[in-house]
DNA sequence: CGTCTTTTTGAATACTGTCAATTTAAGTGG
DNA sequence: CCACTTAAATTGACAGTATTCAAAAAGACG
């Protein structure tokens, strides 16, 4: 495994939208108790990604975006719904992906808080994979349509908007390269690296986390069964490269996890 | 495998700009030998993808999108590269992908006349990926920043774009389940079946076809070794799905390809 | 005509998947 | 509170598939 590519995932998080602490009360307003000014809120200047200017959070402010809470299991938005609102993860984890016909599911991506889903609908106007909760969160409902204007009278905001996508269509890329070339172990850590990368920018410790999603959940991820994730984890524990228990990981050597990595290269 | 996923793939090809026969050589402007007005193109109505209005292609005359030829082996664009335009394939076939640090390469994705490369660059103001000609080749050279201008004039040309993109977020990810959940018979059968697919949409045989890419190509992009392509084509000849002779391939049994994407129901 | 590349095929190996049993944790209801 | 049920995770044994290594055949190109 190259460098290049190694960088490539770990610094290809899902769409971004930087840390996000939850929102205190008082930020409510209380004529609208589901909606928040953004200029009031504490994903001011982090929302929408790197570098929104001033005027453009001012102008968000118009979109007055629903903000919900979403209990663990339940689902956000299905494959086939209209597509009408891109979701800001405010707190919380979800998983996308669809159900194959024959009942398994596959597993498109992890969207912690500071993240955006739902790009994916733009195509057809209809979402393309779903959306479901695996803890209690709570999310920005952002109306698609509301940004699509915002974005003819504003270059910046477009641009913004165009940013994201694409970054999206890099982190699939990652995702590809990953579930072409790599071995279980690889894979494995370049899932706990990503995911380790992408709290660390949210504040989160980089080293210790709790896994929200099941061995099942991880391996469809990976294009991995179940019994190899669980069988990996158990040899990175033996490597001493993590201690685990259960959804419980704490990253004793973040080096020799990278180099899990780069060990591809015979 | 299920139905509603062999269709994703299938009706997943890469960003379409549906057929595009080249341009004859009166289209051309005299003074300016490289450039051709859009409304005075072949690829117009065509171009930029389902619906998109003739005021539209006016205003696209004033880009001049830039024709250029490029010769097989050339690369359009490189990792890396500013990222400035993004690419119409008029005629012949390119790669996209990038170069491992150990000196493997990745192919990312084929195109063909009328689609579109280089979408992956808005993210980062930089080319992800390489863009190089399997055979001679001619592109329509579209500047990204004319393609924004007027799409912040022209809600309509913004979708389209915005659609553009998403398209290639669903493409991506067809792969992705690709990779992660078939067996190499499958992903050849995935391959090809989706080749003749976008074959077919632009006015050629979709039972009959010349590969312009090797079996290391092939291999790379679906995440297997050339030696396991080889075999499973090896494979369908004897099952009668195919004729094949080298890169040539003529499909004898579509259905049967087809159940070869299904049969994974086990 | 000879060299180089691509493709095909064979044999052995390695890895992941499958099947099955066990352990642990988390609920559920008496 | 405990027995019971259910779901998640771990581990072992074995099977199946793709990879690796190697060699030969077939074109492509100078």
Redesign the pocket.
């Known amino acids: 495994m190259s460098l290049a590519m190694s960088l490539a995932i770990l610094d290809t998080p899902a769409v971004a939208l930087r840390f996000v602490p939850p929102p205190s009360a008082h930020a409510r307003t209380p004529v609208a108790p589901l909606k928040t000014l953004c200029s009031a809120c504490h994903l001011r200047e982090l929302c929408l990604p790197c570098g929104m200017a001033g005027s453009d959070v001012e102008r968000l402010d118009g979109l007055m975006f629903a903000q919900r809470r979403v209990k663990a299991g339940d689902t956000l938005y299905r494959e086939g719904d209209r597509f009408e609102f891109i979701y800001a993860v405010r707190g919380g984890t979800f998983k996308t992906g669809l159900e194959l016909a024959d009942g398994r599911e596959q597993v498109s991506g992890f969207y912690i808080g500071g993240e955006l889903m739902g790009l994916d609908g733009v195509a057809q106007g209809k979402h393309a994979s779903s959306a479901t909760a695996l803890e209690d969160a709570q999310i920005c409902a952002i109306p698609y349509a509301h940004l699509v204007q915002l974005s003819a009278a504003n270059a910046g905001m477009q641009h913004i908007v165009s940013r994201l996508m694409s970054r999206e269509i890099v982190r699939e890329h990652s995702l590809m390269m990953l579930l072409g ?7 494995l850590a370049a899932f706990l690296l990503n995911f380790s990368q992408r709290l660390k920018a949210r504040g989160y410790s980089a080293g210790e986390f709790h ?1 929200r ?7 469809s991820y990976l ?12 040899a990175f ?1 033996q490597q001493r490269l993590l201690e ?4 419980h990981i704490r990253i004793t050597d973040m080096g020799g996890l990278s180099r899990a990595l780069e060990s ?1 290269m ?1």
Chains 1, 2 share one sequence.
Request: hydrophobic share 30%; no cysteine; glycine share 6%.
């Open positions: 070339s790599m071995s279980a172990e690889e894979r896994l999603m099941s061995r099942a959940e991880i391996g294009g991995l069964k179940l019994e190899t994730v669980s069988r990996t984890f158990s524990q685990v228990d259960k959804r591809r015979h």
